[in-house]
């Protein structure tokens, strides 16, 4: 049964158009995470959410924003895709203070 | 300092034989060095990780290697399958902080 779900796998959206990916969870976990993974290239961190603290990465454009309303889901949306955004885009969780051991699918996101 | 240096970035290893993949860090200060298994179009998924107290840690055909004075850990596939085909990456981190990922080994085993 997978614990970390997100939707959708797979979004193409047209440069500029804004668009949500979204991540569920049934692990309980208090600590949720955004990566984003480019071709060829390990996992980087966006932002987490630390129950309903959240934490921004120095280097995360502002293009990136995210919302957790309860602590199963985590949303991140995209205001003005360039076309630098397409990556795979994985959602994580963990039990804090351990790192992120449950990973979700992934949405592949490409901007066209 | 933040850095984890991941090698090599590709391993070509036949059907039972040993795949192994090195790390070496610089902060002194990470305490949890886990390792991720990736198949592609997959999320990582954690498969094996060490804390520094410990020399090896064995998990069925998984096994890490820690060398703290060297600032150096490893993985070994033993009786590597074509099934373990994945990108694996190394990270590190001071408990509680962020993941330091390596930059990932792409593992291709041949039948």
């Known amino acids: 049964d997978a614990m970390v779900i997100q939707n959708p796998r797979y979004q193409v959206t047209q440069f500029g158009k804004p668009v949500t990916l979204s991540c569920s969870q049934t692990l309980n976990h208090n600590v949720m995470y955004w990566y984003q993974q480019k071709s060829s290239q390990a996992p980087k961190l966006l932002f987490h959410y630390y129950d309903k603290d959240f934490n921004n990465e120095a280097d995360t454009p502002d293009n990136f924003q995210s919302r957790r309303p309860n602590t199963s889901f985590c949303f991140l949306d995209i205001r003005s895709p360039g076309l630098g955004d397409t990556a795979m885009y994985l959602c994580?969780?963990?039990?804090?203070?351990?790192?992120?051991?449950?990973f979700g699918q992934g949405t592949r996101l490409t901007v066209v | 300092q933040q850095q984890v240096k991941q090698s090599p970035q590709s391993l070509i290893v036949q059907k039972g034989g040993i795949s192994i993949i090195n790390c070496a860090y610089e902060?002194?200060?990470?305490?949890?060095f886990p390792w991720y298994q990736q198949f592609p179009g997959k999320g990582p998924a954690l498969l094996i990780a060490i804390r520094p107290d410990v020399s090896e840690k064995k998990e069925g055909r998984f096994t890490i290697s820690f060398n703290k004075s060297a600032k150096q850990f490893s993985l070994h596939i033993m009786d590597s399958q074509p099934g373990d085909s994945a990108t694996y990456f190394c990270a590190a981190t001071v408990t509680g902080n962020k993941l330091t990922f390596g930059g990932g080994t792409r593992v291709l085993v041949k039948p």
């Open positions: 902060n002194t200060a990470f305490d949890y």
């Open positions: 994580a969780t963990s039990r804090d203070p351990t790192p992120p051991a449950f």
